[in-house]
């Protein structure tokens, strides 16, 4: 039995993400994506974007800045990858407008990094194969391909390339494409025996010659398919594992052999689970999937707008490492029962090894939970940082707001900060903080101003006269004068402090009561309390 892979070796560390910019990715991708990133970073080695774009007719102007944009957003940039210049000679039509600004200025050492400008070392590669006699011209149509997997249709057995040009000579199919003649290249598969495969998750898998085809490895139209690219790609870009989807593994021996036939060494292979929902199905839009799906990205007029997880982040309010941790447990577990794990501890518990081979769930419900987590340990001053541009894009707060402005919001939002899941929630509960009156609800006034009538009204405007020579302006205080003034009205409990917390903020639920009205400030609480006396005397 032949040798095909080695398990182990000893080079830097080097790993790819390889998307095609066909569409905008799935989560799935993104995953895969990160645990490449953190094979890398966990051993000091360099994490690579290549552009698999040799199919030209899919690719979607767009999803390359979408697909850059989410990395950066989830903070796993590339260290070598598409950089200004090599972006700046593409289609522009056909790719659409990169944002220079998101890009480094400098691509690597191994580029370029789209595929569709190393056409030139594919040709190199493909012709050391035909001068070796490890690939071959073959001339069939369309038409008679189809016509050969029609038969083996009709008598039920899987379609195999019947290999009539395999042994013809090399000289004699030159001359053929001289002379016009269509040709594809295809590889030379072994034709009988065992071939092993090794991946690290897996281990050693024996695959039968007999069931599998002399692959095409340049297509009609002069490109080379993913299976000729990706492989001359990962040997010259010097990548050490292979981390992709386990979709790839049918195809795993075909790469295996092609890897051997070139004499070049067999990276560590690794394919990852795939992600599905909760359901266990394949995830799609039906699994709630706002966080899936993200509020962008559209295709408007064929064209991607917007990206997926920087949409998530700038829009939805999921924190970066929230999500880097969400993704990386999807798959993945440190072997103990910890979930909430940030970065570094993920970078140092994370290894291949541990990886699963069984599909990974995709649980929004858990996203969300865990984002809390992670927002309730922001430190206030992180926490307002980052949700004072949520304010700005609903308006609550001015693009660019003056210092009381900043403080006034900082103050409400800090009341807000346990309860938040998702910083775009703040501005649902904050938003009567800022104008001078809060809106009130008819069924709120019914229930707490204008129940007990003129009581009501007289027992509000008590609590205004107290709050308003109460000095200094504090929770404490605030809490001593309202307490006082209830006492005197006979007022308990809700009866106490409900109608305070309508009449201040127009809502029944809400931050501690004393806390918020410390908060709001002496004027606003008067102002409010004025007009709750107007609506509770009806
Ligand atoms: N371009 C392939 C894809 O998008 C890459 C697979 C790989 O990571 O090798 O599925």
């Known amino acids: 039995m032949t040798e095909l892979t080695s398990d182990s070796f000893d080079r830097p560390v080097r790993t790819r993400f390889a998307p095609s910019p066909t569409g905008f990715l799935h989560v799935g991708a993104f995953r895969t994506a990160?645990?490449?990133?953190?094979?890398a970073k966990k051993f000091g080695g360099q994490f690579i974007l290549r552009v698999e774009d040799t199919d030209q007719a899919r690719v979607v102007p767009g999803s390359l800045e979408s697909l850059i944009r989410s990395m950066q957003a989830l903070g796993i940039m590339y260290d070598e990858g598409p950089d200004k210049s090599s972006v700046a000679a593409l289609d522009v039509q056909k790719y659409g407008?990169?944002?220079p600004s998101i890009l480094p200025d400098f691509d690597g050492e191994y580029g370029p990094y789209f595929q569709s400008q190393r056409l030139t070392r594919y040709s190199e590669v493909l012709e050391?194969?035909?001068?070796e006699g490890k690939a071959y011209y073959a001339f069939e149509t369309q038409e008679e391909l189809d016509a050969q997997r029609a038969v083996a249709m009709a008598r039920k057995i899987p379609f195999l390339y019947n290999r009539r040009y395999r042994d013809f000579s090399l000289g004699e199919s030159r001359d053929r494409i001289a002379r016009g003649e269509p040709a594809v290249i295809r590889f030379k598969m072994p034709v009988s025996g065992p071939i092993r495969t090794v991946d690290a998750l897996r281990g050693e898998t024996i695959w039968d010659a007999t069931t599998m085809d002399d692959f095409i490895i340049q297509k009609s139209d002069g490109f080379p398919p993913y299976h000729l690219a990706a492989i001359v790609d990962d040997h010259d870009m010097l990548i050490s594992h292979v981390l992709r989807g386990e979709e790839w593994i049918p195809s795993f021996p075909k790469h295996v052999c092609l890897v051997?036939?070139?004499?070049w060494e067999q990276p560590i292979w690794i394919h990852a689970p795939s992600v599905l929902g909760t359901d266990k199905k394949k995830l799609s839009k039906r699994h709630g999937a706002k966080p899936l799906i993200g509020p962008v990205p559209e295709l408007k007029d064929g064209e991607l707008t917007g990206d997926?997880?920087?949409g998530l982040i700038n829009q939805e309010g999921y924190l970066p490492e929230a999500l880097v941790n969400f993704l990386a447990l999807i798959g993945?577990?440190?072997?103990?029962?910890?979930?909430?794990?940030p970065l570094s501890e993920l970078l140092s518990a994370f290894s291949v090894e541990a990886i699963s081979t069984?599909?990974?769930?995709?649980?929004?419900?858990k996203l969300l939970w865990m984002n809390g987590v992670y927002i309730r340990n922001l430190s206030r001053e992180d926490f307002v940082q980052r949700a004072l541009p949520f304010l700005q894009n609903a308006k609550l707060l001015p693009d660019n707001p003056n210092i009381e402005e900043v403080t006034y919001a900082s103050v409400a939002l800090e009341l807000e900060q346990e309860r938040v899941k998702r910083l775009d929630e703040v501005s649902a509960l904050t938003d009567f903080f800022f104008p001078e009156l809060p809106v009130y609800s008819e069924k709120s006034v019914a229930n707490w101003l204008r129940k007990g009538g003129m009581t009501t009204a007289a027992y509000l405007s008590a609590v205004a006269s107290s709050l308003s020579n109460i000095e200094p302006w504090n929770e404490t205080v605030v809490e001593q004068a309202v307490r006082n003034t209830g006492i005197e009205f006979n007022r308990e409990k809700g009866e106490l402090t409900h109608p305070v917390r309508v009449a201040v903020t127009g809502r029944e639920t809400g931050p501690g009561l004393f806390e918020t009205i410390a908060a709001m400030g002496k004027k606003r609480t008067l102002t409010r309390l004025a007009h709750a006396v107007e609506l509770a005397r009806g």
């Open 128 to 131: 050391q194969l035909l001068e």
């Open 332 to 341: 993945w577990s440190p072997g103990d029962d910890r979930e909430v794990m």
């Open 308 to 310: 997926f997880l920087s």
């Open 97 to 99: 407008a990169v944002d």
């Open 34 to 39: 990160l645990f490449s990133w953190l094979v």
């Open 260 to 263: 051997q036939a070139l004499g």
């Open 358 to 365: 069984a599909p990974g769930i995709f649980d929004a419900d």
